[in-house]
C-alpha cells in the first residue's frame, strides 16, 4: 500500500472514530484516495456518501446536514478552483456556526509554485473564515506517520465542534503519486487507531453557560434589580432548542410580546405575535409601543422594522454564546450565554402585552382581507402562506433568502409549530439553498423525522440548480421545492430601488428577468415539476407533490413583481387603517 493510499484510509478511519456520519464528494483526480476510500467506506455501511459535480453544490449539501445533525459534515474537494468553489459555503458554516470541515487535496509542496497543472496557494484560501486550517505534510514512508494522522484529524473534529465556537475547518492534503492503491503494507506496521473504536484523541472539555434570573443580571449591570413592566423578547436565527422554552418562560411570567424570525421557531411561544414586523413598520403603532427593555436571542436583522425598535429601545439584553455575539444595532447593554431566568419578583403592566395583541388580531384581519381582495392575484405573501400550511408535524421548512424568509415571518410567522424552519441565515446569500434544503431533509428523515419542504425565489432557485444533480443511485429526502417565481428580484421592487424615480434602470440592473422554464429546469436534472399560477393549483400541486415523495419541484406563478410590491403596500396601508381604528 503507497503512502497517499495509506493516509487517505487512515483519514476516514479516524472520522469515522470521531462521530462522522456524512461525507460529500465532487469527483476529481487528486484527490483520488480519499475518494476510494471513502467508496469503501460506504460499501461497508459506515458512512453515508452524497456524490456532487459542483464543489458549490457540494458545500451547500454539507451545510444543510450538519446544520441538523450537529455532527461535522465533511466535503471533499480536488486541487486548484475545486477548493475555491467551497468558500460560500465556508463563510456560511462560519457565520452560523456550523461544524463543517472542508478536506481539499493538493500537490505535494515541490510541485507548488512552479506553475504546475491545477495548483494553487490553496492552503490558506479561506483565511480567517475557518476556525483552523491544517496543511497536512505530504505522507512517507517513515514511522510515527498514523499518530501524526490520527492525532491531526481528532483535533480537526475537536475545532469544528468547540463548544463555545463551532464551525468550519479546513483540512489540506497533499497527495503524492501513486495516487490508486497498489502493493502490500510494508513500511509501517499496522493502520490500527485505539482500542474499540475510540478516536484517538477524545475532546472532554466541558464549557456550560448558566442561565441567571434577569434581575440578577440588571443589579449586576445597573446596581437597580428593577425590571422594567414593558419589555419584548426577539428570537433571531438560532439552534438552541433550549432558548425557545426559556424565552417562553420568561415572556409568559413577565407578560411580554415575542417576536420571531423564521428560523427563530418561536411560533409555540404562549405571547407570540403572528405580524409583528408589520405592526412595527407602522410609525404611529412603534412610537407609541417603544419597549422599555427587549431581550434578542441569537442572529437577528431579518426585518428593518424591528431593528429600529430594537435600537429605540430602554435596554438591550443581547442572548449569544458566539464571541462574535450578535448586536447589529450595536445597542446591546449585556451579552449572556443563554436566555435569563424569570426574577422570582417583576412588576406585570397587563395593559402592556394586551395593546400588542390586540394590534396583532386586527392586523391578522387586515391582512386577511387584503391578500384576499386583491383579484386573484398570486404573490410571494400568497405561496408564503400555503407552503408553511403544507408542512408536516415533525418536518422541515427551509426558507430561502430575500423575499421568501420575509414573506414567511409577516405574513405565516405561527404556522408552523412542530416542526422545524431554517435557512441559511448566516450571510443570507442567495446560494446554495437547493443543495442545504437538501442534504437538511436528508439528515432530518435519517433520524427518523417527517417530510421537508422548501421554499424559494426564482433566482435562488436558479442559482443552485446544479443542487439537483445527484446520481441516480442515491437515496432522494422526500422534499418539495416550491418556487416563487416572479422572474426576477422582486425584494427589489419594494426597496428605494424599486421608486419610479429610478424606473429607467431598474429592470437592467436589479430586477433581470431571465425568462427561465423553471419547470423544463428541473426535468433536465431529472426532477419531476409542475406549475401552479392561482392559490388553488398551488394547494392542491403541493399537497400531491407531499404524497408521492421524492424530491419534486413546485413552481407558483405569481404576478408581476410590480403588482406584488403594490399589493405588499395596499397590504401595510391596510394594516395601518386597522391601528388606527383601534
Known amino acids: 500500500m503507497n503512502p497517499s493510499t495509506a493516509q487517505a484510509t487512515v483519514m476516514v478511519d479516524e472520522f469515522l472514530r470521531c462521530g462522522v456520519t456524512d461525507a460529500v464528494l465532487s469527483p476529481g483526480s487528486r484527490s483520488t484516495p480519499l475518494a476510494m476510500a471513502l467508496a469503501v467506506a460506504e460499501a461497508r455501511g459506515e458512512i453515508v456518501l452524497h456524490v456532487r459535480l459542483d464543489e458549490r453544490s457540494a458545500g451547500y449539501l454539507a451545510v444543510g446536514i450538519a446544520k441538523v445533525t450537529g455532527v461535522p459534515a465533511i466535503v471533499v474537494t480536488t486541487s486548484g478552483t475545486a477548493a475555491v468553489n467551497l468558500h460560500p459555503a465556508i463563510v456560511e458554516a462560519d457565520q452560523s456556526g456550523i461544524p463543517l470541515i472542508a478536506v481539499t487535496a493538493d500537490r505535494p509542496p515541490q510541485l507548488r509554485g512552479i506553475g504546475a497543472n491545477q495548483t494553487i496557494r490553496q492552503s490558506s484560501v479561506y483565511g480567517g473564515d475557518v476556525r483552523l486550517a491544517v496543511d497536512m505534510a505530504t505522507a512517507t514512508e517513515q514511522p510515527g506517520q498514523v499518530r501524526y494522522w490520527r492525532s491531526t484529524i481528532a483535533r480537526v473534529v475537536a475545532a469544528s465542534t468547540d463548544a463555545v465556537r463551532p464551525g468550519p475547518v479546513h483540512v489540506n492534503v497533499p497527495f503524492a503519486d501513486p495516487l490508486v492503491p497498489d502493493g502490500e503494507l510494508e513500511w509501517v506496521e499496522s493502520l490500527d487507531g485505539r482500542p474499540d473504536g475510540r478516536p484517538w484523541t477524545a475532546d472532554s472539555r466541558l464549557v456550560a453557560g448558566m442561565s441567571t434570573p434577569l434581575d440578577d443580571v440588571l443589579d449586576a449591570l445597573l446596581d437597580d434589580e428593577r425590571v422594567p413592566a414593558r419589555g419584548i423578547v426577539v428570537l433571531g436565527d438560532h439552534d438552541e432548542t433550549d432558548s425557545i422554552e426559556l424565552a417562553d418562560e420568561l415572556a409568559d411570567a413577565l407578560g ?59 435596554l438591550h439584553v443581547a442572548v449569544d454564546s458566539r464571541p462574535e455575539w450578535s448586536d447589529p444595532t ?111 431533509a436528508a439528515a432530518l428523515q435519517r433520524a427518523g423525522g417527517a417530510g421537508a419542504l422548501a421554499l424559494m425565489g426564482d433566482q435562488t432557485f436558479i442559482y443552485d440548480a446544479n443542487g439537483l444533480l445527484a446520481p441516480a443511485d442515491e437515496e432522494r429526502p422526500d422534499l418539495v421545492i416550491v418556487v416563487s417565481d416572479n422572474d426576477g428580484g422582486g425584494i427589489f421592487s419594494s426597496l428605494e430601488q424599486g421608486a419610479p424615480t429610478h424606473a429607467e434602470t431598474f429592470e437592467r440592473v436589479f430586477g433581470v428577468p431571465l425568462g427561465i422554464d423553471l419547470v423544463a429546469l428541473a426535468g433536465s436534472s431529472g426532477i419531476p415539476a409542475v406549475v401552479a399560477s392561482t392559490a388553488t393549483e398551488l394547494v392542491a400541486a403541493i399537497d400531491d407533490a407531499v404524497g408521492t415523495g421524492g424530491v419534486r419541484v413546485v413552481v407558483a406563478r405569481t404576478c408581476e413583481r410590480e403588482r406584488e410590491a403594490e399589493i405588499l403596500v395596499n397590504v401595510q396601508r391596510a394594516v395601518g387603517e386597522a391601528l388606527g381604528s383601534a
Open 330 to 440: 450595536r445597542t446591546a447593554d449585556v451579552v449572556l450565554a443563554s436566555v435569563p431566568l424569570a426574577p422570582g419578583e417583576a412588576e406585570v403592566d397587563d395593559s402592556w402585552l394586551e395593546s400588542w395583541q390586540r394590534a396583532d388580531v386586527l392586523a391578522a384581519a387586515a391582512v386577511e382581507t387584503a391578500l384576499f381582495s386583491a383579484d386573484d392575484a398570486l404573490t410571494g405573501m400568497h405561496v408564503a402562506r400555503i407552503t408553511a400550511t403544507a408542512v408536516p408535524d415533525g418536518g422541515l421548512l427551509f426558507v430561502g433568502a430575500s423575499w421568501s424568509v420575509r414573506h414567511v415571518g409577516s405574513f405565516a410567522a405561527n404556522t408552523v409549530r412542530d416542526a422545524v424552519i431554517m435557512g441559511n441565515r448566516g450571510t443570507s446569500g442567495i446560494d446554495g439553498c437547493v443543495s442545504s434544503a437538501w442534504g437538511a
Open 256 to 314: 411580554w410580546p415575542v417576536i420571531a424570525e423564521p428560523s427563530g421557531n418561536g411560533a409555540g411561544c404562549t405571547t407570540a405575535l403572528s405580524h409583528g414586523p408589520l405592526l412595527l413598520a407602522d410609525s404611529a403603532f412603534s412610537d407609541e409601543h417603544i419597549p422599555e427593555i427587549v431581550v434578542t436571542v441569537g442572529r437577528v436583522g431579518l426585518n428593518r422594522s424591528v431593528l429600529r425598535m430594537i435600537g429605540r429601545a430602554g
